[in-house]
């Protein structure tokens, strides 16, 4: 990604601490964690990316130079090595909860309960699990000065509904639910909880995984919009989140592209102004 990122505006402009600080990114192997890690890498970040796929993850550390552990966050065991892991090599200042996923397309009345509950366990109860493991580690990083941040990522599904998307719309309005629940409990605390809700991204493995493979849909998908978001450009605003001072939390960010005025209301073809 070329040009000035808005992470780098944080830097000057608000006089952030520069110090070293270390993270942990679920759904590391691809799309937006992927983006993530080589952006927190490149600014100086230790990073712990975590996924499933091992061969995704050792590409992912040899080109970043990032630590890589190989977990499920819908496993419990595989949490709790996770966690063992971090008390063992460092604890982190920032957990971002990005692995997620879509499955299906179909409406209330005949969707598959199966694939709802893959949603649930991944989106919900994966996220519950590793803030559940890895808050002690959080607030042990921020002891003894400064502060930790836990990020996830929810979706502008989390707020409107839509035809086709009832199991993720449902997910991520629990997501949403708990991370305000969340906020509330960690008051008092210097922990911040920041939700970014992304609307249109064009991740081929995400959109592929929800259409069963189907490329054409994928394509369709995506046809003439002018400038759909990217992984990087969501991982911009992740570090951004990131790197503001400690008393500066941004509890909700929904970004869209500027074509995507609403799930159902998307421009297709050049954007132009509409002149005289």
């Known amino acids: 990604m070329s040009g000035l990122l808005l992470s780098d505006l944080s830097v000057g402009a608000v006089g952030t601490d520069l110090a070293p600080r270390r993270a942990l990114v679920t759904g590391a192997s691809s799309g937006i964690g992927a983006a993530t890690v080589r952006l927190l890498r490149s600014r100086g970040w230790s990073v712990i990316g975590v996924a499933r796929r091992a061969d995704r993850l050792e590409q992912l550390a040899a080109e970043t130079g990032g630590d890589i552990v190989v977990g499920d966050v819908t496993d419990p065991e595989d949490v709790a090595r996770i ?6 090599t460092g604890d982190i200042q920032a957990l971002i909860n990005n692995a997620g996923l879509a499955v299906g397309n179909d409406e209330v009345g005949v969707a598959n309960a199966e694939d709802w509950q893959t949603m649930f366990e991944v989106n919900v109860l994966g996220t519950q699990r590793m803030i559940k493991a890895l808050l002690p580690s959080l607030r042990r990083a921020c002891a003894s000065g400064g502060h930790a941040d836990i990020v ?5 599904a989390a707020f409107i509904s839509y035809e086709g998307g009832g199991g993720y719309n449902a997910a991520k309005y629990a997501l949403h639910g708990a991370l305000g629940a969340l906020r509330l409990e960690l008051v008092g605390e210097p922990i911040r909880v920041v939700e970014i809700a992304p609307g249109m991204v064009k991740t081929p493995e995400f959109t592929l995984k929800r259409y069963a ?4 849909r994928f394509e369709a998908l995506y046809q003439d919009v002018d400038g759909p978001l990217t992984a990087e450009d969501v991982a911009d605003v992740v570090v951004y989140a990131l790197s ?11 970004m869209k592209p500027v074509a995507q ?3 159902y209301k ?3 073809g050049p954007l132009r102004p509409k002149l005289p």
């Open 83 to 88: 966690a063992d892991y971090v008390a063992s």
């Open 152 to 156: 996830a990522m929810s979706s502008t």
């Open 213 to 216: 493979g189907d490329e054409a």
């Open 244 to 254: 503001l001072p400690g008393h500066v939390n941004l509890d909700l960010i929904q």
């Open 261 to 263: 005025a609403m799930q």
């Open 266 to 268: 998307l421009h297709r």
